[in-house]
């Protein structure tokens, strides 16, 4: 059974969405939020449930692509900088709404616009896949971006877009593998290779381990496990490191962005199809493709939950989850608009 919800948003979108019962049961058994970017709308959207209901709270980002999350901070990827959102647990208890975090936005890095797609925290670094140069890069006080890696058949950083590196999995804080729309060297040169020229590489030794793949994205390491969001062909796949073995675990039905796997679920962003991803094998399923959150049971491949968007929102980007925060509270640069109530902080007055 399907429960509805209706929220309206800034921007005068009438976004309406349905979800099942099993969404904000599972969320409370597993003491968990989960956060969805949407660059389509320009949100952050914080899922959570309260008292068996769900609650959606959505927050404008220019464009908001990857979301990072470490303890106590936030971090969202937009068209042309990263905001990090700081945890204020005092001001969380403050709060109206029994709210167990306050993230507020408190710090900004300009990179200008590098189709900043995935990223994490390496050591003490903030990440990011970025896209249009076709690299790994870290953040610097003083530079746009600092190169860290690049795909062997990369020749050169060029902001061209040359293979759509686009997902990054990162294991003990480092990164071990990041997906690929294709193996080219020329500016989009992925665009005409879409339908089956993506690749899972490993880093950092540039080791194809697939190749072959349609629209890989969101590469995650679960243990000797690598899985990854096979969009193309509507799964979630997983691929063996040793011998490059690709297998289904369960079909999704929608364009999959945005992977986040806890305590044996897999939480993931679907979106429907652009006009352009004609010829990709799932899109010939135009009219079954969902938009929304779907959630898996690694263990069974079953759909233990989804949240379906059916207007205002037709494509998700990113998922994270937020472990032990049920109740969490947002102020975002754009908090005025959101919510109507900015807040401001101060350090404690002296003794």
């Given at each position: 059974m399907a429960a509805n919800v209706s929220e309206p948003v800034q921007e005068y979108r009438n976004i309406?969405?349905?979800?099942?019962?099993?969404?904000?049961?599972?969320?409370a058994q597993l003491r968990l939020s989960v956060l969805i970017s949407t660059y389509q709308t320009g949100h952050l959207i914080a899922v959570s449930a309260r008292e068996g209901t769900l609650k959606l709270a959505f927050h404008q980002f220019e464009r908001a692509m990857g979301i990072a999350v470490k303890p106590g901070t936030i971090a969202v990827c937009t068209r042309k900088e990263v905001w990090f959102l700081r945890d204020a647990p005092d001001i969380a208890a403050k709060l109206p709404g029994h709210h167990d975090s306050c993230f507020l936005a408190r710090t900004s890095h300009f990179t200008d616009d590098i189709q900043a797609h995935e990223a994490a925290w390496v050591g003490r670094e903030f990440w990011i896949v970025n896209t249009l140069f076709s690299c790994l890069c870290a953040l610097h006080p003083h530079y746009s971006f600092t190169p860290r890696w690049r795909p062997p058949f990369i020749s050169a950083l060029r902001p061209e877009d040359r293979c759509h590196l686009n997902g990054v999995a990162v294991v003990d804080g480092q990164p071990r593998y990041v997906t690929a729309l294709a193996e080219t060297d020329s500016p989009s040169g992925w665009r005409t290779l879409k339908n089956n020229g993506g690749c899972l590489i490993e880093v950092p030794s540039g080791h194809l381990v697939a190749r072959g793949l349609s629209l890989p994205h969101s590469p995650r390491v679960e243990g000797n496990r690598i899985?990854?969001?096979?969009?193309g062909n509507g799964d979630l796949a997983m691929a063996d490191a040793k011998t490059g073995a690709v297998t289904s675990v369960a079909p999704v039905l929608g364009i999959s962005r945005g992977l986040a796997i806890h305590d044996g679920y897999a939480f993931i962003g679907l979106s429907k199809a652009r006009p352009s991803l004609e010829g990709v094998p799932i899109v010939a399923e135009r009219e079954k493709l969902r938009c929304g959150l779907w959630v898996l049971n690694l263990q069974t491949?079953?759909?233990?939950?989804h949240l379906e968007f059916h207007t205002g929102v037709e494509e998700i980007f990113d998922v994270q989850v937020l472990p032990g925060i049920v109740s969490p509270y947002i102020s975002g640069p754009a908090a005025a608009q959101d919510t109507g109530e900015p807040l401001w902080t101060i350090p404690p007055a002296p003794a």
């Amino acid at each position: 059974m399907a429960a509805n919800v209706s929220e309206p948003v800034q921007e005068y979108r009438n976004i309406r969405c349905s979800y099942s019962d099993s969404l904000p049961a599972l969320l409370a058994q597993l003491r968990l939020s989960v956060l969805i970017s949407t660059y389509q709308t320009g949100h952050l959207i914080a899922v959570s449930a309260r008292e068996g209901t769900l609650k959606l709270a959505f927050h404008q980002f220019e464009r908001a692509m990857g979301i990072a999350v470490k303890p106590g901070t936030i971090a969202v990827c937009t068209r042309k900088e990263v905001w990090f959102l700081r945890d204020a647990p005092d001001i969380a208890a403050k709060l109206p709404g029994h709210h167990d975090s306050c993230f507020l936005a408190r710090t900004s890095h300009f990179t200008d616009d590098i189709q900043a797609h995935e990223a994490a925290w390496v050591g003490r670094e903030f990440w990011i896949v970025n896209t249009l140069f076709s690299c790994l890069c870290a953040l610097h006080p003083h530079y746009s971006f600092t190169p860290r890696w690049r795909p062997p058949f990369i020749s050169a950083l060029r902001p061209e877009d040359r293979c759509h590196l686009n997902g990054v999995a990162v294991v003990d804080g480092q990164p071990r593998y990041v997906t690929a729309l294709a193996e080219t060297d020329s500016p989009s040169g992925w665009r005409t290779l879409k339908n089956n020229g993506g690749c899972l590489i490993e880093v950092p030794s540039g080791h194809l381990v697939a190749r072959g793949l349609s629209l890989p994205h969101s590469p995650r390491v679960e243990g000797n496990r690598i899985f990854f969001l096979h969009s193309g062909n509507g799964d979630l796949a997983m691929a063996d490191a040793k011998t490059g073995a690709v297998t289904s675990v369960a079909p999704v039905l929608g364009i999959s962005r945005g992977l986040a796997i806890h305590d044996g679920y897999a939480f993931i962003g679907l979106s429907k199809a652009r006009p352009s991803l004609e010829g990709v094998p799932i899109v010939a399923e135009r009219e079954k493709l969902r938009c929304g959150l779907w959630v898996l049971n690694l263990q069974t491949g079953t759909v233990a939950a989804h949240l379906e968007f059916h207007t205002g929102v037709e494509e998700i980007f990113d998922v994270q989850v937020l472990p032990g925060i049920v109740s969490p509270y947002i102020s975002g640069p754009a908090a005025a608009q959101d919510t109507g109530e900015p807040l401001w902080t101060i350090p404690p007055a002296p003794a």
